[in-house]
């Protein structure tokens, strides 16, 4: 399976609390749900795609507490794809502390989470994806496991919470294989990990600086 991760992300790179006021209030977060009045059905359309192709999930047990609490009890999974996806496929939550999840079809992988997971991409089917999980988007970008990145770049500068990146960390090049923008100006930007970010001199032209 190829391993995709997909992303909500504000221009300043901020990641938390995208869908609901008390959504995730750690830190003292005070701007949940900041998405919704830049959401379309361009959008919607495009991420309800992307849930349709999942042939499996993998989550960090922050993100995977979040979706059990909403999305493992919609009474009727049936209700959209995002529901029906997450409630009839199987789900991995990383964690090291988590022993009796309640949603039904997860398996917790630990301790070697990395063999975990390149067991998983061994097998046949299309995609794992990641959903939200930065600590464990950035840990899988850092064991080269991530085939594929979809991020969804909201215009909103948030100022505050939790970003995909943190402020130092270790530098990456990606290719742009997809790019476009909805309605409302959310980014759609889906990269592929090449390795290390190379750097160069850039060659100045006096002649056309005069």
Same mark, same amino acid.
């Given at each position: 399976m190829k391993l995709t991760t997909t992303t909500?992300? !504000?221009?300043?790179?901020?990641?938390?609390?995208? =869908?609901?006021?008390?959504?995730?209030? !750690?830190?003292?977060? &005070?701007?949940g749900g900041w998405t919704t009045p830049l959401w379309d059905n361009e959008a919607g359309?495009?991420?309800? &795609? @992307?849930?349709?192709r999942a042939d499996a999930f993998l989550f960090g047990r922050r993100t995977y507490?979040?979706?059990? =609490?909403?999305?493992?009890?919609v009474p009727d999974p049936g209700i959209n794809p995002i529901?029906?996806?997450?409630?009839?496929?199987?789900?991995? @939550?990383? !964690?090291?502390? %988590?022993?009796?999840?309640q949603w039904a079809d997860t398996t917790v992988l630990s *301790? +070697?989470?990395?063999?975990? @997971?390149?067991?998983l991409?061994?097998? *046949?089917? =299309? &995609? %794992?994806?990641?959903?939200? !999980?930065?600590?464990?988007?950035?840990?899988?970008? +850092?064991n080269d496991l991530v085939d594929e990145i979809n991020l969804l770049i909201f215009p909103a500068v948030v100022g505050q919470g $939790?970003? %995909?990146? *943190?402020?130092t960390g270790p530098d990456r090049a990606l290719e742009l294989v997809e790019s476009r923008a909805t309605p409302k =100006?959310? $980014?759609?930007?889906?990269? /592929? *990990?090449?390795? /290390?970010?190379? @750097?160069?001199?850039?060659a100045v032209d006096l002649k056309h600086m005069q």
């Open positions: 909500f992300v !504000s221009v300043d790179g901020v990641m938390q609390g995208i =869908g609901r006021p008390d959504e995730d209030r !750690s830190g003292g977060f &005070e701007l359309t495009y991420i309800n &795609e @992307v849930y349709g507490e979040i979706f059990a =609490g909403s999305w493992g009890v529901a029906t996806a997450l409630n009839t496929r199987p789900k991995y @939550v990383a !964690s090291t502390t %988590l022993t009796d999840p *301790p +070697d989470v990395a063999a975990a @997971v390149g067991e991409k061994a097998k *046949p089917g =299309g &995609e %794992l994806q990641v959903h939200g !999980s930065g600590a464990l988007i950035r840990w899988l970008l +850092d $939790t970003r %995909l990146f *943190p402020d =100006g959310v $980014t759609i930007q889906v990269y /592929r *990990p090449t390795g /290390r970010l190379q @750097v160069g001199t850039a």
